[in-house]
């Protein structure tokens, strides 16, 4: 569905390279989120394949069109939601959808248009206009727009920034329910929970180079060798009474919690040895490492 071949990005103010080499093929039905920090080359990337920015080397097929000899027919198959918002303010939801419709030739689309704003819960401010909005409508607007003339891949780049914690979750729900009808989606988010909830594959892109791809489960399986316990008490405890657990660099978190570090072979052998010491405690907890720990290990190392 979408086939990037060792493209590379040189901006020649600065001669800053951007993206170096990149390879990533990602197959119809897939939802893959493109992870990194600021400035790793992801809003680069997802600018090459809106048509926005010309790359310096490689191939890009999407839908097994090249973007540069068939741009028309890619921009059918792919909607992208920006990070930026901005828009021309003047129109009313309603019309900016029907003006978007009109660029790729379709009319009297309005029942799908209605369906658009139900699912994002904008048919109330349809007749709204775009400079009136929240930042949570326009985001939401954005996506109305990306899938108005119903692409097979949608790119979201940050759609959930500056929308309230309800209305991320509704979101969740909707590109869930995209997803499940058959629409490729790609997703760049810093909120990395957003990626461990919604996506099956895990790409991420440090420096220009892509770094890491895996399917998420395979990924967090790798680096869960390692889990953390944590031991609960009602007494406030001392470090100094868990000197015989030291090989699990113990930690007192909040006065009577008690933190290790250990591999899941090792767990049997952190019980063993709390209770040779007649440690009464009244809870324990074990938890893998979450997307979000594997991600910065990842990006540190």
Known sequence: MLNISNVSMIYQKGKKEALKDINLNIAEGE????????GAGKSTLINILAGNVKKTQGTVKIG????????????KIIGIVPQDTGYDFVFTIDEALKKQSGYFGIKN???Y???????????????????????GMRRRFL???????????????????????????????????LHQSGTTIILTTHYIEEAEKLCKRIVIINDGKIIAD???????????????V??????ELKLTDFEFLKEYAPQIEEKTKLQLKTSK???SKVFKKLADQNMAFTNLVVEKPKLEDIYLDIIKH
């Open 64 to 75: 097994g069109y090249s973007i540069d000899r068939n741009e028309l027919e890619t921009k």
């Open 230 to 235: 944590e031991v609960h008490f009602e007494d």
């Open 113 to 135: 248009i209605d369906e658009l704003l139900a699912e994002l819960y904008l048919t109330e401010k349809r007749g709204a206009r775009l400079r009136d909005l929240s930042g």
């Open 143 to 177: 996506i109305a727009k990306a899938l108005v003339h119903k692409p097979k891949i949608l790119i979201l780049d940050e759609p959930t920034a500056g929308v309230d914690i309800e209305m991320r979750h509704t979101l969740y729900d909707f590109l869930i329910k």
């Open 109 to 111: 689309n309005h029942e």
């Open 265 to 267: 072979k090792d767990l």
């Open 31 to 38: 939802f893959t989120a493109l992870l990194g920090q600021n």
């Open 214 to 228: 895996e399917p998420k489960e395979e990924l967090m399986e790798t680096f869960s060798k390692e889990v953390i």
